[in-house]
């Protein structure tokens, strides 16, 4: 239970949290603590729960740098997938290596040891921990491409998986809570954004410079060694500059202090997290989803390869990288669309509308031959490009919507949501050996299964009771100018209470 984060270990009590909200700490007190630079205890409240959107502007920013730094390894990945299939004569199951050690570090990290750093250290130290993890991973890179060992490549990759799953850790619920919580999903939206712009930049580098030159017969990995040195370089760099940065610790006691200053509270963070069961199911829908996205990632090359049966393979795949940074370009336009549509319009429905869409066109790729088995594909290209626009908002809006009401719960719960990205290491392995057997057109049945299982969690959120509550708080004044609560909220009732006490004492 204590492995898996179930036994509340350096988690705060609701007695501890009420203690303490009588003489809160203002939200500049709490960016002004943020100077010391020692960890903070979990059980304490900062004042960190009132930060306004003014305040958050720094923080946010900085941390956004980290999103787009996980995108450039994540769009590298998928290039590396169909790369070593030419370069070290694997087949598209093998290959499938890569995304298992690098999503395979995501169940084990935020659930053991990045999720209890995060709980006893705080989130400036996380931050410092994924990136030295991430390092040490990008530096294994040049032994492996000296001895050509895709064993070594797979090890290099989980160790880098390790560290960017330390940075989700304790990116992705900063970034929710660091601010009003009306506008979380916004945010976290926004920010990612910038991942999926990390993720357009590093296939087009891989085209036209990282694998520019690679030898007459496609085989040479000299610049795969040097460009993950760089990596390890400006990552060593960046985990110096959060060290000096000012990052306001956000603690467990300040969600949960929050939580009671909104009118959405409905007591789910008086339940112990074994019985979070809304969270569960958010986790189950990220597991699922994320797998299908890795998996349409990961073989959209060799989509675009059988596709182009009049091309040689070396000039397809080129081609295909190419073609990836488009689609890649499209799923950041549709982040920046949605976070304009979350601005306006309920998150839950945003993700609805944008899973439904998934499940059209996934369909359609799948169904849709223009060529004929001879010429191009391109029907059915165009189909796959535009599955990566709407796949874009999802995985942020789980995130968010699934931490909701968590309170004293949320480090806990952003730890099995991150851990949830370990789908990428499953789906794409079934993937991969179905492509082998029956192409990879047809094997998209595969990401489609699970798209489906993904599908019933905006469903849900979009009919059952969780919709009036998720409303709550995005009508929420919380943080919107510091000192700011919800007239109807716990918080609220209980000054109301006090203050009548004590005029009937006077």
């Given amino acids: 239970m204590k492995l898996f984060g179930l036994a509340g270990d350096q988690e705060p009590t609701l007695d501890e949290i009420h203690a303490q909200q009588g003489r809160r700490p203002s939200a500049a007190e709490a960016i002004a603590e943020d100077r010391r630079r020692k960890s903070i205890s979990n059980r304490q409240i900062t004042g960190a729960s009132q930060i306004t959107t003014r305040q958050s502007i720094i923080p946010v920013s900085l941390v956004t740098t980290l999103f787009f730094l996980w995108g450039f390894a994540y769009g590298l990945?998928?290039?590396?997938?169909?790369?070593?299939?030419?370069?070290?004569?694997?087949?598209?199951?093998?290959?499938?290596?890569?995304?298992?050690?690098?999503?395979?570090?995501?169940?084990?990290?935020?659930?053991?040891?990045?999720?209890?750093?995060?709980?006893?250290?705080?989130?400036?130290?996380?931050?410092?921990?994924?990136?030295?993890?991430?390092?040490?991973?990008?530096?294994?890179?040049?032994?492996?491409?000296?001895?050509?060992?895709?064993?070594?490549?797979?090890?290099?990759?989980?160790?880098?998986?390790?560290?960017?799953?330390?940075?989700?850790?304790?990116?992705?619920?900063?970034?929710?809570?660091?601010?009003?919580?009306?506008?979380?999903?916004?945010?976290?939206?926004?920010?990612?954004?910038?991942?999926?712009?990390?993720?357009?930049?590093?296939?087009?580098?891989?085209?036209?410079?990282?694998?520019?030159?690679?030898?007459?017969?496609?085989?040479?990995?000299?610049?795969?060694?040097?460009?993950?040195?760089?990596?390890?370089?400006?990552?060593?760099?960046?985990?110096?500059?959060?060290?000096?940065?000012?990052?306001?610790?956000?603690?467990?006691?300040?969600?949960?202090?929050?939580?009671?200053?909104?009118?959405?509270?409905?007591?789910?963070?008086?339940?112990?997290?074994?019985?979070?069961f809304f969270l569960f199911w958010g986790v189950a829908a990220q597991f699922s989803y994320v797998g299908a996205q890795v998996g349409i990632a990961g073989y959209f090359i060799n989509y675009y390869t059988q596709a182009r049966p009049d091309e040689p393979l070396v000039t397809a795949q080129h081609q295909g990288a190419n073609f990836y940074a488009i689609a890649q370009g499209l799923f950041a336009i549709g982040r920046f669309s949605a976070a304009g549509l979350m601005y306006v319009w309920k998150p839950r429905w945003v993700l609805l509308i944008y899973q439904t869409m998934i499940m059209i066109f996934i369909a359609a790729a799948i169904g849709v031959d223009t060529g004929n088995g001879t010429r191009a594909n391109w029907g059915g290209l165009a189909m796959l490009m535009i599955v990566l626009f709407f796949e874009s908002c999802i995985f942020p809006t789980i995130f968010t919507l699934s931490l909701r009401g968590l309170g004293r719960h949320t480090k806990r719960g952003a730890s099995f949501l991150v851990a949830s990205v370990c789908g990428g290491a499953v789906v794409p392995a079934i993937l991969g050996n179905v492509a082998d057997k029956v192409g990879t057109r047809h094997a998209m049945v595969v990401p489609l299964a699970f798209f489906i299982i993904a599908w019933s969690f905006p469903i849900y959120l979009n009919i059952g009771s969780k919709a009036k509550e998720l409303d709550a708080y995005r009508d929420s004044h919380v943080g919107t100018e510091e000192g700011a609560m919800d007239p109807d909220s716990k918080v609220a009732h209980d000054k109301d209470i006090e203050a009548n006490h004590m005029e009937l004492k006077a």
């Fill in 77 to 276: 990945l998928d290039v590396l997938n169909s790369r070593f299939q030419v370069a070290l004569h694997i087949t598209q199951g093998e290959s499938s290596g890569l995304q298992a050690a690098y999503f395979g570090a995501y169940f084990i990290g935020p659930l053991t040891y990045s999720g209890w750093f995060l709980r006893r250290f705080g989130y400036r130290y996380t931050f410092m921990l994924g990136l030295g993890i991430y390092c040490v991973g990008a530096l294994m890179f040049w032994p492996s491409a000296v001895k050509r060992s895709f064993g070594g490549f797979c090890g290099a990759m989980f160790i880098v998986g390790s560290g960017l799953s330390t940075l989700e850790t304790s990116a992705n619920p900063y970034i929710a809570v660091c601010g009003p919580p009306k506008w979380s999903e916004f945010r976290l939206e926004l920010s990612q954004s910038f991942q999926a712009v990390g993720s357009v930049v590093a296939p087009v580098l891989a085209s036209f410079v990282i694998f520019k030159n690679v030898g007459e017969n496609g085989e040479s990995l000299e610049s795969v060694q040097w460009v993950y040195l760089g990596i390890a370089v400006f990552v060593g760099l960046l985990a110096i500059v959060f060290f000096f940065a000012p990052i306001p610790e956000v603690t467990d006691s300040d969600m949960a202090d929050q939580a009671e200053m909104t009118s959405a509270a409905t007591g789910y963070q008086d339940k112990p997290m074994r019985k979070q």
